[in-house]
């Protein structure tokens, strides 16, 4: 969503590299072209006005004249008061003392809030709670079901007493949830509230009814991010007619401009708390503005991705996988190589596992090409191999290679690839993990082994060696001099006479 806006800005940024200092002029012209970036991007014009008054002037203080490098610390600038304008720190659930913790989710239809319920339990279950999904929204046809086929989906319960499609009460729906949910031992209840096209007089006074039912601990409001300017304005609408503790961005993977996720933290002063970025349950997570701010301006987010890991790879695996390379690189097999690949797939697409990782927006492009179904390709080759052949790929010679290729439906070209590949990556990982660093990267200062390959002393030439002491060379200097005058190269005097080798060479000669 923040493709159009990071490529502006680092273009912007480009021009400031290399120069030792920045006048008032370059700072100007900077200021300018983040101001257009930010427009294009639609974010609301107050906050764009108030962005860069903050970021002029403190450009044009101390902290970038007297810099070593002014031009990172114009970023440095920018990317503080883009988490500013992002909401700063970032804002945690609050629950309640005594269980149920009530979260209410209100918005417009069409903004995503069914679908985001079930995203938001699964994250709490994840997080060691026991939700429960309610549905309020009587009015939209088949919601309910929705509600229920995702609830199904995230592996968490729903209270959904009323059929639905204009029949039944939302309010007492949602005030029997609260008893329901303290009977079951349900210590999260999140309410699924029905929405309107747009905002009107019934729908604020529903969501009012029902607010007042269940006396939530959070009211979070859910925004589609891509509607720009209208999502600062249905914000507004909603804080001053119902009210919310903070706002859940949706759809924030949509090639929409992302002016309202820019927008709506500074524009109505709640926080952003959650993103959801992808069609999956678990495409959704906590939204921390300084990662944001740090993706915005093209530095990744390699927060994020370590916690993704954690969420994924367990411990003990890891160590035995890396005591297993370091025993030697024929004990990483092919069964491995699979393992480590389909634990990769559960953290995510990886053309955003990539798009985390800093620099990688220069390769954007490429990234966006990736083809998933290259993975689900290595794996199909490698299920079609016998336990023996993944034990030991050396003995997939070539009938091997071509029963494989027919088994997974590629070519013979593509195992042979797939085998030399594995060949490759298995000797790399062996010498990390043994601390012999990136091959072909010798000696890398913080790299592992680049204590190991010490350079060796530089053996100094023999010969004469010059005196330390300013006179007594001197003295030696003139000394020299004065044989240069008085006889050849080797001691001959100029004028003729017996040509004398140095002791040196005599000692090589036969003696006469």
């Given at each position: 969503m923040f493709d159009t806006l990071s490529d502006r800005l680092a273009a912007t940024f480009k021009n400031l590299r290399g120069k030792g200092r920045l006048s008032e002029a370059d700072i100007d012209a900077t200021a300018r072209e983040i101001r257009i970036a930010l427009l294009e991007a639609d974010v609301a014009l107050p906050v764009v006005r108030a962005f860069i008054k903050q970021v002029k002037e403190r450009s044009l203080g101390a902290e970038v004249s007297q810099a070593l490098n002014p031009a990172q610390q114009v970023i440095k600038i920018?990317?503080?008061?883009l988490i500013g304008i992002l909401g700063g720190q970032t804002r945690r659930l609050r629950f309640a003392k005594n269980p149920p913790t009530v979260i209410m989710l209100a918005g417009l239809q069409g903004a995503g809030k069914t679908t985001l319920a079930g995203k938001l339990g699964?994250?709490?279950?994840?997080?060691?709670?026991?939700?429960?999904?309610?549905?309020?929204?009587?009015?939209r046809p088949n919601a309910v079901n929705q509600l229920a086929v995702v609830a199904e989906r995230a592996g968490v319960a729903v209270y959904a007493p009323q059929p639905g499609n204009g029949v039944g009460d939302p309010v007492q729906v949602a005030k029997d949830s609260i008893e329901y949910a303290r009977t079951k031992q349900y210590d999260v209840v999140v309410v699924d509230t029905a929405g309107r096209l747009g905002i009107d007089a019934e729908l604020m006074q529903q969501a009012a009814d029902i607010?007042?039912?269940?006396?939530?601990?959070?009211?979070?409001?859910?925004?589609?991010?891509?509607?720009?300017?209208?999502?600062?304005v249905t914000a507004q609408a909603f804080l001053d007619g119902v009210g919310f503790d903070g706002v859940v961005l949706s759809k924030l993977d949509g090639d929409a401009r992302g002016g309202a996720a820019l927008s709506v933290a500074q524009v109505t002063g709640k926080q952003i708390m959650f993103a959801s970025n992808g069609e999956k349950?678990?495409?959704?997570?906590?939204?921390?503005?300084?990662?944001?701010?740090?993706?915005?301006?093209?530095?990744?987010?390699?927060l994020s991705l370590i916690e993704k890991a954690e969420q994924t790879f367990s411990r003990q695996e890891a160590e035995e996988m890396a005591a297993k390379l370091a025993r030697g690189p024929k004990e990483f097999t092919l069964d491995d190589f699979l393992a480590q690949m389909e634990q990769v797939r559960k953290m995510g697409s990886i053309s955003k596992l990539l798009g985390m990782l800093p620099g990688m927006g220069q390769m954007k492009e490429q990234i966006n090409n990736l083809d998933e179904r290259d993975v689900d390709r290595v794996a199909a080759i490698i299920k079609s191999m016998t336990p023996g052949e993944r034990a030991d790929p050396t003995i997939i010679k070539g009938s091997r290679r071509a029963r494989i290729a027919r088994g997974s439906g590629v070519s013979v070209s593509e195992v042979s690839g797939l085998v030399e590949r594995f060949f490759e990556a298995r000797k790399m990982m062996s010498r990390m993990a043994q601390g012999g660093g990136i091959p072909g990267m010798p000696g890398m200062p913080g790299m592992p082994g680049a204590a190991a390959r010490k350079k060796k002393p530089v053996k100094q030439a023999?010969?004469?060696r010059r005196s330390g002491n300013p006179m007594k060379r001197k003295a030696e200097e003139q000394a020299a001099a004065e044989r240069r005058a008085a006889g050849g190269a080797f001691g001959a005097p100029d004028g003729g006479g017996q040509f004398e080798l140095p002791k040196e060479f005599k000692d090589l000669l036969p003696p006469q």
């Amino acid at each position: 969503m923040f493709d159009t806006l990071s490529d502006r800005l680092a273009a912007t940024f480009k021009n400031l590299r290399g120069k030792g200092r920045l006048s008032e002029a370059d700072i100007d012209a900077t200021a300018r072209e983040i101001r257009i970036a930010l427009l294009e991007a639609d974010v609301a014009l107050p906050v764009v006005r108030a962005f860069i008054k903050q970021v002029k002037e403190r450009s044009l203080g101390a902290e970038v004249s007297q810099a070593l490098n002014p031009a990172q610390q114009v970023i440095k600038i920018v990317n503080e008061e883009l988490i500013g304008i992002l909401g700063g720190q970032t804002r945690r659930l609050r629950f309640a003392k005594n269980p149920p913790t009530v979260i209410m989710l209100a918005g417009l239809q069409g903004a995503g809030k069914t679908t985001l319920a079930g995203k938001l339990g699964r994250w709490l279950k994840a997080q060691g709670h026991a939700p429960l999904l309610v549905a309020c929204d009587l009015q939209r046809p088949n919601a309910v079901n929705q509600l229920a086929v995702v609830a199904e989906r995230a592996g968490v319960a729903v209270y959904a007493p009323q059929p639905g499609n204009g029949v039944g009460d939302p309010v007492q729906v949602a005030k029997d949830s609260i008893e329901y949910a303290r009977t079951k031992q349900y210590d999260v209840v999140v309410v699924d509230t029905a929405g309107r096209l747009g905002i009107d007089a019934e729908l604020m006074q529903q969501a009012a009814d029902i607010r007042d039912a269940v006396n939530p601990d959070e009211t979070l409001f859910v925004v589609d991010a891509m509607i720009g300017q209208d999502a600062v304005v249905t914000a507004q609408a909603f804080l001053d007619g119902v009210g919310f503790d903070g706002v859940v961005l949706s759809k924030l993977d949509g090639d929409a401009r992302g002016g309202a996720a820019l927008s709506v933290a500074q524009v109505t002063g709640k926080q952003i708390m959650f993103a959801s970025n992808g069609e999956k349950l678990d495409d959704f997570d906590a939204f921390h503005p300084d990662r944001m701010a740090s993706r915005i301006l093209g530095m990744g987010d390699v927060l994020s991705l370590i916690e993704k890991a954690e969420q994924t790879f367990s411990r003990q695996e890891a160590e035995e996988m890396a005591a297993k390379l370091a025993r030697g690189p024929k004990e990483f097999t092919l069964d491995d190589f699979l393992a480590q690949m389909e634990q990769v797939r559960k953290m995510g697409s990886i053309s955003k596992l990539l798009g985390m990782l800093p620099g990688m927006g220069q390769m954007k492009e490429q990234i966006n090409n990736l083809d998933e179904r290259d993975v689900d390709r290595v794996a199909a080759i490698i299920k079609s191999m016998t336990p023996g052949e993944r034990a030991d790929p050396t003995i997939i010679k070539g009938s091997r290679r071509a029963r494989i290729a027919r088994g997974s439906g590629v070519s013979v070209s593509e195992v042979s690839g797939l085998v030399e590949r594995f060949f490759e990556a298995r000797k790399m990982m062996s010498r990390m993990a043994q601390g012999g660093g990136i091959p072909g990267m010798p000696g890398m200062p913080g790299m592992p082994g680049a204590a190991a390959r010490k350079k060796k002393p530089v053996k100094q030439a023999k010969g004469k060696r010059r005196s330390g002491n300013p006179m007594k060379r001197k003295a030696e200097e003139q000394a020299a001099a004065e044989r240069r005058a008085a006889g050849g190269a080797f001691g001959a005097p100029d004028g003729g006479g017996q040509f004398e080798l140095p002791k040196e060479f005599k000692d090589l000669l036969p003696p006469q």
